[in-house]
């Protein structure tokens, strides 16, 4: 039994010595490792202030080119020191900077209503047009009378044409109109509405208007075309 037990133990003691060896090693091998971690990790630390200075410094680069284009900007919009460019008027600079935009703004506001007066004035149209009529020599008026009654009145262009003829203007064509007008009107081409007011106030028509196209046809050469209505007015005696 001895003999038998003792070679099985022996087989057994060989494979743990084999299994003990294997163990030793592997434990060998992970304190090396251990040992190599320990003695790289203030390596590694420096590693890592390094790097960290590093990104502190470019940081405090950034900040401070940061703050330079701030100091621009307010130098640009006139801020120094906290105080805008209007605080560093003070008083008296503003004052004169509001007493000059308000002057800069009734002359602007003063130029748009001459403006809009002058159209007005040279504009055609309305009854009220006629209190625009400027100095305007009868003679240098070439008039263009039609009938616009659609022949219920025969010869009423020629007598309204005899009628500005006595008052000093030049007559040119007489004729009917392309179609019928209740109220009489002088139409005038761009930049004669002076004259076209004041021949509509010699026949007494209650508007003058931009000339259309089949009128303009009808007087091409014409200074103003006044067509007289179905409602014309009563023309005053040759003696007024």
């Not at 091998?29 to 190599?36: G, I, N, V, Y």
């Amino acid at each position: 039994m001895i003999e038998t037990v003792g070679a099985f133990a022996g087989i057994a003691a060989i494979l743990g010595v084999a299994v003990l060896s294997m163990l030793v090693i592997a434990q060998g091998r992970d304190l090396r490792r251990l040992r190599e971690w320990a003695g790289g990790a203030p390596e590694r630390d420096a590693e890592l202030k390094e790097v960290s200075e590093v990104v502190a410094e470019e940081r405090s680069e950034e900040l401070k080119l940061i703050a330079d284009r701030e100091e621009r900007r307010s130098r640009r919009f006139g801020e120094v020191n906290g105080e805008s460019f209007w605080q560093r008027l003070g008083r008296s600079g503003q004052i004169m900077v509001v007493a000059a935009a308000v002057i800069i703004v009734g002359a602007v506001a003063a130029w748009v209503i001459n403006s809009q007066g002058n159209d007005s004035n040279s504009g055609g149209g309305g009854k009220g047009g006629k209190q625009a009529v400027g100095k305007v020599a009868p003679g240098s008026v070439d008039v263009a009378v039609l009938n616009g009654t659609g022949g219920a009145e025969a010869g009423l262009a020629a007598e309204y044409a005899t009628f500005l003829e006595s008052k000093g203007y030049e007559i040119g064509v007489t004729a009917d109109a392309p179609e019928v007008y209740t109220e009489s009107v002088v139409f005038f081409p761009k930049g004669e509405a002076r004259a076209a007011e004041k021949v509509a106030t010699a026949i007494d028509a209650p508007s003058t208007e931009l000339i259309p196209t089949a009128v303009a046809e009808l007087a091409p050469d014409a200074t103003v075309v006044a067509v007289i209505g179905t409602n014309h007015s009563d023309l005053p005696s040759s003696s007024g």
